[in-house]
């Protein structure tokens, strides 16, 4: 399978990550082990996860996501054949001794990198990300505590997540010029119904060459063509998310989804990440699955080639993302 790099970190991967956000929240360890196993045995093995996955669950406070992967590796003894990112920096509550657990300085970078490594019963992380823009912290002072798990081999490559076209340049360039790790890997929300990445960050990232793993990119499921209707996400996991792609402008997209999908043998979801991985700069979206089916559709998507006139059918369907 033709691989595909990040950035100029010398890591590269097939054009699908495999979003482990679901690890230990709608999908219980036992089916987790199961995604992860069809993954691995189909040729793929880049997987995404954070800290802070699912700290949202009732009962739950972060780190499960990592921990579901850490008992993985140790069963399977899979940790060479996969590419690992995770992320820091979004609120993981207060800590033992009552501190605060957010943010990009560099005391807790270097805790939460202690912290993924022993949930994830691994020595290294091969791309760790800024999960969030962190306006308190000089980047300087961010990138220098990369730079010293770099040094001492726990991290191979570092990357961005929710980081604004201008906060991203400004780091890229303090790199170059201090001689300091570069961000190497953008993770934005981006699909055909969010296509705001395009504006400024897509030139940006390709100019600078650096890699490209959108979030969300089945615009958390509404993508699958599964929500057809008002209310019709009512109660599930994803409700609040789902819910405002409803409108007419959703549903317009879902029918050339469908169109385009019949043309070429191939799911509404297959097609919506296909179109992804066809865009220029692109490194892989990020997809997740609560079940063996789900990510083998998932994994259909790499051998979905789009024509012209399949791309140029969708890029007007969601020209300006589905809620401008």
């Not at 987790?32 to 406070?61: K, N």
């Not at 076209?165 to 890997?185: D, M, W």
């Not at 897509?202 to 615009?219: H, K, M, Q, T």
């Not at 469908?258 to 490194?283: C, F, K, N, S, Y």
Request: charged share 25%; aromatic share 8%; proline share 4%.
């Amino acid at each position: 399978m033709d691989k595909r790099p990040i950035g100029r970190s010398g890591l590269a991967v097939a054009p699908l990550c495999l979003g482990a956000n679901v690890f230990g929240w709608t999908a219980d360890e036992a089916t987790s082990f199961s995604i992860l196993d069809r993954f691995v045995e189909a040729g793929f093995g880049f997987i995404d996860t954070a800290d802070v996955y699912s700290r949202w669950a009732p009962g739950h406070a972060g780190g499960e996501s990592e921990a579901v992967i850490g008992r993985w590796f140790k069963a399977r003894g899979a940790r060479d054949r996969v590419v690992l990112a995770t992320k820091v920096g979004m609120d993981m509550g207060a800590g033992p001794s009552g501190g605060s657990r957010v943010g990009l300085a560099p005391a807790r970078i270097a805790q939460a990198c202690e912290a993924s490594l022993r949930r994830l019963q691994t020595d290294r992380i091969d791309l760790y990300q800024s999960h969030a823009d962190d306006a308190g912290t000089p980047q300087d002072e961010t990138l220098r505590a990369y730079e010293r798990l770099i040094r001492d081999g726990k991290v191979r490559a570092i990357g961005a997540s929710n980081f604004s076209a201008r906060r991203l340049g400004e780091a890229l360039s303090l790199s170059e010029r201090e001689g300091l790790p570069r961000y190497e890997c953008l993770q934005p929300d981006y699909s055909l119904a969010e296509r705001g990445y395009e504006a400024e960050l897509e030139p940006l990232c390709r100019a600078e060459n650096v890699g490209v793993i959108g979030y969300f990119s089945l615009a958390a499921g509404f993508l699958t063509g599964k929500y057809r209707a008002a209310g019709s996400a009512a109660g599930r996991a994803r409700e609040n998310r789902v819910e405002m792609y409803l409108t007419p402008r959703g549903f317009a997209l879902l029918d050339a989804l469908d169109a385009v999908g019949e043309a070429h043998g191939a799911t509404p979801a297959q097609v919506a990440l296909a179109w992804i991985m066809a865009r220029p700069g692109i490194t892989a979206p990020i997809a997740s699955a609560t079940s063996v089916a789900q990510l083998d559709e998932l994994i259909g998507a790499a051998r979905v080639s789009l024509s012209a006139d399949a791309i140029a059918r969708l890029d007007a369907a969601s020209a300006g993302g589905i809620r401008a």
